[in-house]
């Protein structure tokens, strides 16, 4: 039985191969790679779109991102390159590839998938882009061809069976490591259980009432715990329903409630507060959220009136990094955003 296409980054730099033809450079080709390998890591949704339409239709996102998952998790920190392309047969609307995939560990190169032992990729052109096209290539359905070489003894690549989404987030919340910018806060020891541990109340129920975050233990803003989501909230709170939760992603000068926000957080993102009159900051730290929105999306910046005067915070589920204007660097926030947008992501977004 042919061994299935391990990485879906293998696809598209086949199709970006083909599609720029003997015009196109190596540079090229390794820069839209690249771009495509951000994709993957940052923006699933993005990455989504590669798939022609017959696969996203046959393909839920949710079991194609758990495959993009798989693949994080068995490549570990080695970057997949593409070689020895071979087209089999193509016109300007339907190409049929096949190729080898390897990766480079300890000076050697490891062939994780061999082209000629592996069913071809089939390539269709929808609205003048290539998409792949070979839909079972992709979710949870991976066979790996064997590694080749001695490097292969020691660095094998394996089909362990993939972590859900959820067991990802559970892993997250409870994380308290030192490593992570932010500080740690115990959800589940706050609210009696972990992210979706129990049948009834637990760190992310969804109530129909006020919270009060700081009586409950919680840090000032929170981050996380019950949440409102009684529908999803307008582009202004003002037109939004009664509480409603998440909020769309982006840039506010008008103040959110609290309980909306935390719903964002339960959906992968990071809230940026503030609580300053210094329009110069506030200026400056919505050009830098800004660019982050438009990289990886997910991230909510707005005011924030009762935490104290003049203070900056970043949260994501479980992880707050609270400081006062005087101490505000976008280094500080570039980290924490880089650090935490997807970590805690039960839901694959």
Same mark, same amino acid.
């Given at each position: 039985?042919? /061994? $299935?296409?391990?990485?879906?980054?293998?696809?598209?730099?086949?199709?970006?191969?083909?599609?720029?033809?003997?015009?196109?450079?190596?540079?090229?080709?390794?820069?839209?790679?690249?771009?495509?390998?951000?994709?993957?890591?940052?923006?699933?949704? &993005?990455?989504?779109?590669?798939?022609?339409?017959?696969?996203?239709? *046959?393909?839920?996102?949710?079991?194609?991102?758990?495959?993009?998952?798989?693949?994080?998790?068995?490549?570990?920190?080695?970057?997949?390159?593409?070689?020895?392309? $071979?087209?089999? $047969?193509?016109?300007?609307?339907? +190409?049929?590839?096949?190729?080898?995939?390897?990766?480079?560990?300890?000076?050697?190169?490891?062939?994780?998938?061999?082209?000629?032992?592996?069913?071809?990729?089939?390539? +269709?052109?929808?609205?003048?882009?290539?998409?792949?096209?070979?839909? *079972?290539?992709?979710?949870?359905?991976?066979?790996?061809?064997?590694?080749?070489?001695?490097?292969?003894?020691?660095?094998?690549?394996?089909? *362990?069976?993939?972590?859900?989404?959820?067991?990802?987030? %559970?892993?997250?919340? /409870?994380?308290?490591?030192?490593?992570?910018?932010?500080?740690?806060?115990?959800?589940?020891?706050?609210?009696?259980?972990?992210?979706?541990?129990?049948?009834?109340?637990?760190?992310?129920?969804? %109530? %129909?009432?006020?919270?009060?975050?700081?009586?409950?233990?919680?840090?000032?803003?929170?981050?996380?715990?019950?949440?409102?989501?009684?529908?999803?909230?307008?582009?202004?709170?003002?037109?939004?329903?009664?509480?409603?939760?998440?909020?769309?992603?982006?840039?506010?000068?008008?103040?959110?409630?609290?309980?909306?926000?935390?719903?964002?957080?339960?959906?992968?993102?990071?809230?940026?507060?503030?609580?300053?009159?210094?329009?110069?900051?506030?200026?400056?730290?919505? /050009?830098?959220?800004?660019?982050?929105?438009? /990289? %990886?999306?997910? +991230?909510?910046?707005?005011?924030?009136?009762?935490?104290?005067?003049?203070?900056?915070? &970043?949260?994501?589920?479980?992880?707050?990094?609270?400081?006062?204007?005087?101490?505000?660097?976008?280094? $500080?926030?570039?980290?924490?955003?880089?650090?935490?947008?997807?970590?805690?992501?039960?839901?694959?977004?």
């Amino acid at each position: 039985m042919p /061994a $299935r296409l391990l990485s879906l980054a293998a696809a598209i730099a086949a199709t970006l191969l083909v599609a720029c033809g003997s015009s196109g450079t190596s540079t090229e080709i390794n820069d839209m790679a690249e771009s495509f390998f951000r994709a993957l890591a940052n923006d699933p949704p &993005l990455a989504y779109t590669y798939l022609s339409q017959n696969c996203q239709d *046959e393909l839920p996102f949710l079991e194609f991102a758990s495959g993009t998952v798989f693949i994080e998790s068995i490549l570990g920190e080695n970057e997949p390159s593409v070689e020895n392309v $071979r087209v089999l $047969r193509g016109d300007d609307s339907e +190409i049929e590839a096949e190729f080898d995939i390897v990766v480079h560990v300890n000076d050697e190169t490891v062939t994780v998938v061999a082209g000629d032992e592996s069913s071809p990729s089939t390539f +269709i052109k929808e609205d003048g882009d290539w998409k792949f096209a070979t839909c *079972e290539d992709f979710g949870l359905d991976f066979v790996a061809s064997e590694p080749e070489g001695e490097a292969a003894a020691d660095d094998r690549v394996t089909t *362990e069976e993939t972590p859900s989404f959820q067991d990802l987030a %559970v892993e997250a919340e /409870a994380d308290g490591s030192n490593s992570l910018p932010g500080s740690f806060v115990d959800l589940a020891a706050i609210y009696g259980a972990g992210y979706g541990q129990s049948d009834g109340f637990d760190s992310a129920s969804h %109530v %129909v009432e006020e919270v009060d975050y700081v009586a409950d233990g919680n840090s000032n803003p929170p981050a996380g715990g019950p949440h409102w989501g009684q529908g999803a909230c307008a582009e202004e709170p003002a037109a939004s329903p009664p509480m409603c939760g998440p909020v769309p992603w982006g840039i506010y000068r008008t103040e959110w409630e609290a309980e909306s926000l935390v719903h964002n957080m339960e959906h992968g993102g990071v809230v940026v507060w503030y609580n300053t009159t210094n329009i110069e900051v506030v200026d400056e730290l919505e /050009a830098l959220v800004t660019d982050q929105i438009n /990289a %990886v999306g997910l +991230i909510v910046m707005a005011p924030y009136l009762d935490m104290e005067d003049e203070t900056i915070a &970043l949260t994501s589920w479980s992880r707050i990094d609270k400081f006062p204007v005087e101490d505000y660097r976008p280094e $500080r926030v570039l980290t924490f955003l880089k650090a935490h947008v997807r970590r805690f992501n039960p839901e694959g977004f």
